[in-house]
């Protein structure tokens, strides 16, 4: 089963794009981030004709996220119990929850999609959001393991962080910056700490993930290495191999960041002429 995850960075505006990339490079479920749509508005027309079901959440033009499955779903999630709200209180008090985390079961294997908060600055107010959105994720993580100990489990997203200082090409550029800070640094390694492991990482797999659009970033290949497919054991006890596919920053309108692509040791239907990684 070939599994990936990808920002594509507005899904209306990308999806002939993504709709080509999961038939040509044969992938089974796709978790996607910042769709910027609605359901009403997310074209699925096309990913139906490609033969793929989707699973969605996404509020407005702002965050949501997705998956793409030719394989169906179980157990949809909308959010975990202890995401924290952002923005103006509504009418009960609260804050409004946004739409950055969806989970779903495919073939017994339990995924998330997961667009972790930017953070902005660190005196923004995102920034603590950004800190305690995470907290929720790794007490939350930790809960998961516990009572499904068995189940392979994957966090897969965009985490706006780099976990090291050779995740971004010059750490002396991010000075003073989010996503390299020492207390998101922490808590991404908590989410290693409650039982998780960075499965591509671990295979040996070099290469950023996101290249902004400007200042030529990607000629002069300044990237970051910020997105991530953090796997429960016995989830990495089933990845055959693991990639970063670096040639979908290139060509027309690409989104910003690329696919993080993992092989799983689960036959499905038609897999038995699949080529492997080059």
């Not at 796709?30 to 910027?36: H, S, T």
């Not at 998956?67 to 924290?84: I, K, N, Q, Y």
């Not at 946004?98 to 999609?113: D, F, M, P, Q, Y």
């Amino acid at each position: 089963m070939r599994v990936a995850t990808w920002n594509v960075n507005s899904i209306r505006t990308r999806v002939g794009r993504v709709v080509d990339w999961l038939g040509r490079e044969d992938v089974d479920v796709l978790a996607m981030q910042e769709i910027k749509c609605t359901e009403a508005q997310f074209p699925f027309d096309a990913f139906a004709e490609a033969g793929y079901e989707v699973e969605l959440h996404g509020l407005n033009q702002w965050n949501g996220v997705a998956f793409a499955s030719r394989l169906g779903f179980e157990d949809v999630t909308v959010g975990f119990d202890r995401a924290p709200g952002f923005g103006k209180a509504l009418d009960d008090g609260s804050l409004p929850k946004e739409a950055r985390a969806l989970g779903v079961t495919v073939a017994g294997v339990r995924l998330w999609s997961l667009y972790v908060p930017n953070g902005r600055e660190l005196d923004n107010p995102h920034y603590p959001y950004k800190l305690e959105w995470l907290a929720g994720l790794a007490a939350d993580t930790r809960d998961w393991l516990a009572e499904h100990p068995d189940t392979p489990l994957a966090l897969m997203g965009d985490f706006n962080i780099a976990p090291f200082d050779h995740d971004v090409w010059d750490i002396g550029v991010f000075a003073g910056k989010t996503h390299v800070s020492q207390p998101e640094r922490d808590a991404f390694a908590a989410l290693e700490a409650a039982g998780l492991v960075d499965v591509v990482r671990k295979r040996g797999v070099e290469g950023y993930t996101y290249w902004d659009y400007q200042q030529l970033r990607f000629p002069r290949n300044e990237g970051m290495r910020i997105d991530f497919i953090l796997g429960s054991k016995p989830f990495d006890d089933l990845v055959l191999e693991a990639r970063i596919d670096r040639n979908e920053r290139k060509g027309d309108a690409p989104s910003d960041h690329v696919p993080v692509v993992v092989d799983l040791d689960l036959e499905t239907e038609d897999e038995d002429d699949r080529p492997m990684f080059l």
